[in-house]
């Protein structure tokens, strides 16, 4: 069903997995159950009378939001061969009439609670599984009793009439259309059994032939309560959620229960060798995949074996370190299948044979011998670190997917840190002989009766011819006969000491007092916790202190200015200006000394420029705040001029310049770059940050120039803007920044130069080869915006707006696409700008019917206007996802809300009052900005359609 969703490729399911713990002794015991009860606590299970059972835990993570799965516990494995597809139809079907919700119903629903549908309304259909998920905020007391309603219908209440079935086909058959099976030995790993008869999605022939009947018939065999389980996770009360479901579903049928095993994998006997050429490569890639059948991890003992079994592969993994190219991976594929992969990369197809012989030598002499003490502590080590805790930091959606790991398949995940330390116990106490039935093991899987080859490689190339089969078993079966090899495990060298922290250079390190903070003004904004004040050369300083932040804090410095500020005839000489910067440090203290202190102490920098501005960006620990500010300074007024490392990288660029790759030579003739860069210039949004693309821009590159730009633009404190996020006193960090910068002499921003974009409406066409029978199409409209949060606020709900029109009118209702994407981007500077792109792709046929449909559906929002509920739901979607991104622990989402109000020159009164801005926006200025944004005579269409 699902919007901007992938549909399915086999994966590893989740890795990190726990136990359930057995044969404590007494004084473990009891320290396991004072953590058990606490876990208890926040979870409930149960089965009801009818089969169904049910999985409930209380999280916080994020608050007032619940997360809702229905589990099927059968996919498209279960479908006869005359039934191909129906496990997906009836995933899409469910989102239209069902036993409580008219059609389209249950999408309403969520939306006017803020759930976007394809976001937080969406579903999956795999072979072993159909997954339903759904994202409500739990502010109303209703939720939970909806929630199950909507959960039972999806499990017993699908109407599946004929006329649904009909509307719907067509956007299967256009989700089927658009989606690319990536990897091209699929056929191969799959093998030859129940699953390769097609993909979960089915083939437009098989949706073609699905009728309502037979989808009514496959809906009622195996949507039982016995095959499915309810995951609730979130912000509720326990004792409500599990009286809400024992209510709603114990009425649902109790028919005699079904019972459902996917079927085996299954591949022949034999070494099944498939190839791909690929002339853009000039090595060749073997990969061996030896199928078996996947450890369970249901139990302690199990999930011992399984760490066990892990630690060998390492130790074998160590000993092909030598071999160029050379992974060696065991995760699950589908069922209860997983694939041990070997895979080598050479130059000739000679070497990567006498490297796979190698490689399995070295498993056969670990198999006959032992490995050293030093080895063994090394994988233990590494074994317990990579054992993962899930805490109640977990989002609800990371428990959701741990749970539908435990119900398909019997994965336990450790939840507690007492499960984690017996587990621990277990590594320590392991043996080097402990490792050998893990090593016999490993050796059974190369034995096994089927092996699968895929072989990559430059058919052009003679030296990477395809091996012939027969090669491919000498080479195993002489590295399985092996009794000695040349491979060895080589300690890392960093392992043998540990090495003490640099100090911190004295450049860096901050006086023994600091005077107070020199400030021409500062302002609270106790509604959002953020501190504003500004130093008396202009530079602005905004501070928001995070009290369940972990103990780091972000600096981010910003200037108003960027590359849109540098003449055209100078750009050639700043192209790649921030990469070229990055390469140096800082002039005021050597390189080595530089690397040392920001990896001992945890601090790191980074510079980046776009059109119009410019951010130095770093982080560090709590206590290092006035050395990242003080490195920042010196970075801005006296970077290191790289010299050696920029000419190396000039000249290697201009190499390459002269003898373009074929990949290269492909890029520049894409079509969608050539749109791309059509679009940039039209628009104005061009970056300058590009590779020169012919040997005279790379030559006209100039290190003193850039270092020039970027200490002019850099020294330039009047619309200068400190932002720093996370654990830290307001106080005594304004201090730290007043006694770095306030000595910086005020000097004006650079001036904007007007706009490089050329503007005007056009229709234009490019070919493309590779198109088929598809054309994508960009429909661009472009305007002027109030640059306030309140215009910005408004061109966020127009962007909504257009998403729901394109998803009815072009989907549901026409069903000429998929998954619509839709765009849009505004800037303050040279002057008020806005676009909004939307990008579709149709059947070439279809292609002046969706150009048609945007313009009515554009007319319509220009004449009449949106209802006032309708708004109230999409503001509703924003006022939830504020409240989950701006926590009092997540840096990120603060740091970027406030570069983006300071980019957008939006004030932070403004953003105090959010909500109340957000719904005083009308219906009738709404209908304004459309008439005023979305006009033909600034509608641009871009189209690459098959070359004829």
Not at 687 to 711: C, G, K, N, V, W
């Amino acid at each position: 069903m699902a919007i901007d969703r992938y549909v399915y490729t086999p994966t590893s399911r989740v890795e990190r997995k726990g136990f359930r713990s057995i044969g404590l002794p007494l004084l473990f015991t009891l320290f396991f159950l004072s953590f058990a009860c606490t876990a208890l606590a926040q979870e409930r299970r149960g089965t009801l009378s009818n089969g169904m059972s049910y999985i409930l835990r209380h999280n916080t993570q994020p608050r007032k939001k619940m997360e809702a799965r229905l589990v099927m516990r059968v996919g498209s494995c279960a479908q006869r061969p005359d039934e191909a597809g129906y496990a997906h139809f009836i995933e899409h079907l469910a989102f239209g009439r069902t036993k409580h919700f008219a059609s389209g119903g249950i999408k309403r629903y969520a939306e006017r609670l803020g759930t976007r549908y394809g976001v937080g309304l969406n579903a999956m259909t795999g072979h072993d599984r159909t997954v339903y998920m759904i994202s409500l905020p739990t502010d109303e007391p209703h939720v939970l009793d909806s929630t199950a309603l909507i959960l039972s219908d999806w499990l017993t209440g699908l109407q599946l009439d004929s006329l649904e079935v009909e509307q719907e086909r067509s956007i299967i058959k256009e989700e089927i259309r658009a989606y690319v099976q990536t990897d091209p030995f699929y056929a191969l790993k799959v093998g030859t059994g129940i699953h390769s008869r097609s993909l979960p999605v089915g083939t437009a022939q098989d949706i073609d032939r699905a009728t309502a009947s037979g989808l009514r018939a496959f809906y009622h065999r195996w949507y039982h309560p016995s095959l499915a389980t309810i995951v609730l996770v979130g912000d509720f009360d326990l004792d409500a959620a599990e009286k809400s479901l024992r209510a709603t579903f114990t009425t649902a049928p109790t028919t005699p229960a079904r019972t459902y095993i996917e079927p085996e994998l299954h591949y022949p006997r034999g070494l099944h060798l498939e190839s791909h050429s690929d002339t853009l490569i000039r090595t060749a890639t073997l990969d061996l995949i030896f199928p078996h059948k996947t450890l369970p991890t249901r139990t302690l003992s199990e999930l011992f074996t399984e760490k066990i079994h892990r630690m060998a592969l390492a130790a074998w993994s160590h000993r092909l370190d030598k071999l160029r190219g050379a992974k060696l991976a065991d995760s699950w594929y589908l069922g209860r299948t997983s694939h041990l992969s070997l895979t080598l990369e050479g130059s000739r197809t000679t070497e990567i044979l006498r490297d796979l012989r190698e490689a399995i030598s070295a498993l056969s002499v670990l198999r006959r011998g032992t490995i050293s003490e030093r080895e063994l502590t090394l994988l233990k080590e590494r074994a317990k670190s990579a054992l993962y805790l899930v805490t109640g930091d977990t989002p609800s959606a990371g428990w959701c997917d741990y749970y539908t790991d435990e119900i398909l398949h019997g994965d336990h995940f450790l939840t507690d840190e007492a499960e984690k330390e017996e587990l621990e116990r277990r590594i320590d106490g392991l043996r080097a002989s402990d490792l050998r039935p893990a090593f016999d093991r490993l050796y059974r899987y190369l034995m096994g009766p089927s092996k699968l080859a895929s072989f990559t490689h430059n058919a052009q190339l003679p030296e990477t011819a395809r091996p012939q089969r027969g090669a491919i078993e000498r080479a195993i079966q002489r590295g399985l006969s092996a009794q000695r090899t040349r491979l060895s495990f080589t300690p890392p060298s960093d392992e043998a000491t540990e090495e003490k922290k640099s100090a911190i250079p004295q450049l860096l390190t901050p006086p023994q007092t600091l005077p107070t903070a020199q400030l021409r003004s500062s302002k609270l904004h106790p509604d959002l916790g953020v501190q504003e004040a500004y130093l008396p050369n202009g530079i602005r300083i905004i501070l928001r202190p995070l009290s369940e932040a972990d103990s780091v804090v972000k600096i981010a410095i910003n200037h108003p200015s960027g590359l849109r500020d540098i003449p055209l005839d100078e750009q050639p000489r700043v192209a790649s200006l921030a990469a070229y910067m990055e390469l140096g440090g800082i002039s005021t203290l050597p390189r080595e000394q530089l690397d040392s202190f920001l990896f001992d102490h945890g601090v790191a920098l980074t510079l980046t420029e776009a059109m119009d501005w410019g951010a130095l960006l770093g982080t560090a620990p709590t206590g290092k705040t006035y050395s990242l500010l003080r490195l920042m300074k010196e970075k801005m007024l006296h970077p290191e001029a790289a010299t050696a490392d920029f000419e190396e990288s000039r000249e290697s660029l201009i190499s390459a310049l002269r003898r373009p790759s074929r990949l290269e030579q492909m890029l520049a003739r894409d079509p969608e770059r050539k749109l791309q860069r059509r679009l940039d210039s039209i628009l104005g949004t061009y970056i300058p940050q590009r590779e020169p693309e012919t040997e005279a821009e790379a030559r006209a590159l100039s290190l003193p120039y850039m270092i020039d730009f970027h200490t002019d633009l850099w020294t330039r404190t009047e619309g200068m803007t400190i932002v720093v996020v996370g654990r830290f006193d307001s106080e005594a960090l304004l201090k730290e920044i007043s006694g770095v910068f306030a000595d910086l002499p005020q000097r004006p921003a650079k001036p904007t130069l007007p706009s490089q974009g050329q503007l005007t409406a056009e229709n234009y066409t490019l070919e493309d080869i590779d198109a088929g029978d598809e054309t994508a199409l960009h429909n661009v409209y472009y305007g002027t915006y109030e640059p306030t949060l309140r215009g910005s606020l408004r061109l966020k709900l127009m962007r909504e707006l257009l998403r729901s029109r394109l998803i009815d009118r072009l989907r549901s209702e026409a069903g000429i696409i998929y998954s619509p994407y839709l765009y849009m981007e505004y800037r303050p500077k040279p002057e008020p700008f806005v676009w909004f792109r939307l990008e579709t792709l149709v059947k070439s046929s279809n292609a002046p019917l969706a150009c048609k449909l945007i313009e009515e559906l554009v007319e319509d929002l220009q004449t009449k206007l949106a209802s006032p509920s309708e708004i109230a739901d999409i503001a509703r979607t924003f006022l939830i996802n504020k409240r989950e991104a701006l926590t009092e622990s997540d840096l990120a989402p603060w740091q970027d809300t406030l570069l983006g109000l300071v980019r957008s020159g939006e004030r932070l009164e403004d953003f105090a009052q959010y909500e109340q801005i957000l719904r005083s926006i009308t219906p009738e200025e709404l209908r304004t900005a459309f008439r005023t944004i979305l006009s033909p005579q600034r509608h641009l269409i871009y189209s690459i359609v098959p070359k004829q």
